[in-house]
């Protein structure tokens, strides 16, 4: 019999939206009416992408779940097409010197926040239909290492990295490429792979991180600004010295909502990468660990959809949608903290942006029907 879904992941998730999308209201305000004249614009265009979130959303909870199975890699491949199309002239859209956007009038897209959901969804239906949903998980660390298994399965997933780490470094987009390899490690891991696949894949993963930064010389500025925080404080540093002076303002209860003075031009991206930045200045240290105890009950009762999955492709698609929220949630935090390089990407469910909410509220849609089928 079907089970009821998680209303508990579906209410922490509600609340998540609804508290992101009430603080950008505000936040949004006065660059909203700077650039085009009235407080709603930014507000406006960000309800619309939640609606269309949400729609698609709904989709995939009624979707069957071996449906979704049969067509991931058609969905992959077409994912993989649209990341190629936005070095096109034209229909791509360079921005902050990176290619990452398609624009079909007033239509903006961004594909690579939809390769963290298709790329979880292929992966686990292929590692499903590899391994026996009856293998044992304490043998997990022990599996088969034969040649074999070594060329039938790590290979094409190294294959599968590095198609997409190709795409995306073309892209220069090294922290959302990050999020996929270790939200794909994880569903690699989790189905039941030997234990040195994975640790052979992070080792690879770290040398490449690396090398990365060092070929890029803003990388390697970003890195020593993490290192040392005070490093040119008015140029590189200057977006991690006044998100600390947000957050530092800020004190225990904060100015109150809407009170912040540094989203007034004064904190670069503050709608996006920086959004944690003014929620610290505004509802204080005891608005951030609300914040943060809200995204760790909701990452709970997403793993624990996975483990009551009785589906293996169910268990795997869940576990990589939260590592993949997980690591992006830690990342965008982190960074806003001084703990973390400074990242450039968007706090889920609270940052400005259409796609990156879209390809959220979808993965919420299915997690809510592996729970119904658990």
Same mark, same amino acid.
């Given at each position: 019999?079907? *089970?009821? /879904? =998680?209303?508990?992941?579906?209410?922490?998730?509600? @609340?998540?939206?609804?508290?992101?999308?009430?603080? !950008?209201?505000?936040?949004?305000? $006065?660059?909203?009416?700077?650039?085009?004249?009235?407080?709603?614009?930014?507000?406006?265009?960000?309800?619309?992408?939640?609606?269309?979130?949400?729609?698609?959303?709904?989709?995939?909870?009624?979707?069957?779940?071996?449906?979704?199975?049969?067509?991931?890699?058609?969905?992959?491949?077409?994912?993989?097409?649209?990341?190629?199309?936005?070095?096109?002239?034209? /229909?791509?859209?360079?921005?902050?010197?990176?290619?990452?956007?398609?624009?079909?009038?007033?239509?903006?897209?961004? $594909?690579?926040?939809?390769?963290?959901?298709?790329?979880?969804?292929?992966?686990? #239906?292929?590692?499903?239909?590899?391994?026996?949903?009856?293998?044992?998980?304490?043998?997990?660390?022990?599996?088969?290492?034969?040649?074999?298994?070594?060329?039938?399965?790590?290979?094409?997933?190294?294959?599968?990295?590095?198609?997409?780490?190709?795409?995306?470094?073309?892209?220069?987009?090294?922290?959302?490429?990050?999020?996929?390899?270790?939200?794909?490690?994880?569903?690699?891991?989790?189905? &039941?792979? $030997?234990?040195?696949?994975?640790?052979?894949?992070? @080792?690879?993963?770290?040398? &490449?991180?690396? @090398?990365?930064?060092?070929?890029?010389?803003?990388?390697?500025?970003?890195?020593?600004?993490?290192?040392?925080?005070?490093?040119?404080?008015?140029?590189?540093?200057?977006?991690? *010295?006044?998100?600390?002076? #947000? /957050?530092?303002?800020?004190?225990?209860?904060?100015?109150?909502?809407?009170?912040?003075?540094?989203?007034? &031009?004064?904190? $670069?991206?503050?709608?996006?990468?920086?959004? +944690?930045?003014?929620?610290?200045?505004?509802? &204080?240290? #005891?608005?951030?660990?609300?914040?943060?105890?809200?995204?760790? !009950?909701?990452?709970?009762?997403?793993?624990?959809?996975?483990?009551?999955?009785?589906?293996?492709?169910?268990?795997?698609? #869940?576990?990589?949608?939260?590592?993949?929220?997980?690591?992006?949630? +830690?990342? =965008?935090?982190?960074?806003?903290?001084?703990?973390?390089?400074?990242?450039?990407?968007?706090?889920?469910?609270?940052?400005?942006?259409?796609?990156?909410?879209?390809?959220?509220?979808?993965? /919420?849609?299915?997690?809510?029907?592996?729970?119904?089928?658990?």
């Amino acid at each position: 019999m079907r *089970r009821a /879904i =998680n209303y508990y992941f579906l209410f922490f998730a509600a @609340l998540l939206l609804t508290a992101g999308s009430f603080f !950008l209201a505000t936040l949004s305000a $006065p660059a909203s009416i700077q650039a085009f004249g009235n407080t709603n614009h930014y507000i406006f265009h960000q309800l619309i992408s939640i609606a269309i979130g949400l729609v698609a959303a709904v989709i995939l909870f009624t979707l069957p779940l071996n449906f979704l199975k049969k067509v991931s890699l058609p969905l992959l491949l077409l994912n993989l097409f649209f990341l190629a199309v936005v070095f096109v002239p034209i /229909i791509g859209t360079k921005l902050f010197g990176a290619h990452r956007w398609i624009s079909i009038g007033p239509i903006s897209l961004q $594909p690579s926040e939809f390769l963290k959901l298709t790329a979880i969804i292929y992966l686990s #239906a292929w590692l499903s239909a590899k391994f026996s949903e009856n293998r044992q998980r304490g043998v997990m660390a022990f599996a088969q290492k034969t040649w074999s298994q070594f060329i039938k399965t790590y290979v094409p997933f190294i294959c599968l990295l590095a198609v997409i780490s190709a795409l995306l470094f073309l892209q220069k987009d090294m922290s959302t490429l990050a999020i996929i390899i270790l939200s794909l490690l994880a569903v690699y891991f989790t189905a &039941g792979t $030997p234990l040195w696949h994975t640790v052979l894949s992070l @080792l690879g993963g770290i040398s &490449g991180a690396l @090398l990365l930064v060092k070929i890029e010389p803003y990388r390697v500025q970003r890195f020593l600004v993490f290192l040392h925080p005070d490093t040119d404080p008015l140029g590189i540093g200057f977006q991690l *010295r006044q998100s600390l002076l #947000a /957050i530092g303002s800020g004190g225990i209860f904060g100015k109150g909502l809407g009170m912040s003075t540094q989203k007034f &031009g004064f904190l $670069p991206q503050a709608m996006s990468d920086s959004v +944690f930045a003014i929620l610290g200045e505004e509802l &204080g240290i #005891a608005g951030c660990v609300a914040c943060i105890i809200t995204f760790l !009950l909701f990452f709970w009762q997403g793993i624990k959809i996975s483990h009551n999955a009785t589906d293996k492709f169910g268990k795997l698609v #869940a576990i990589g949608v939260i590592v993949w929220l997980a690591v992006q949630t +830690f990342m =965008n935090i982190a960074s806003s903290l001084g703990i973390w390089p400074l990242a450039g990407i968007p706090l889920p469910f609270f940052s400005y942006g259409g796609s990156h909410i879209i390809a959220e509220l979808m993965a /919420i849609g299915l997690l809510l029907n592996i729970s119904k089928n658990a």
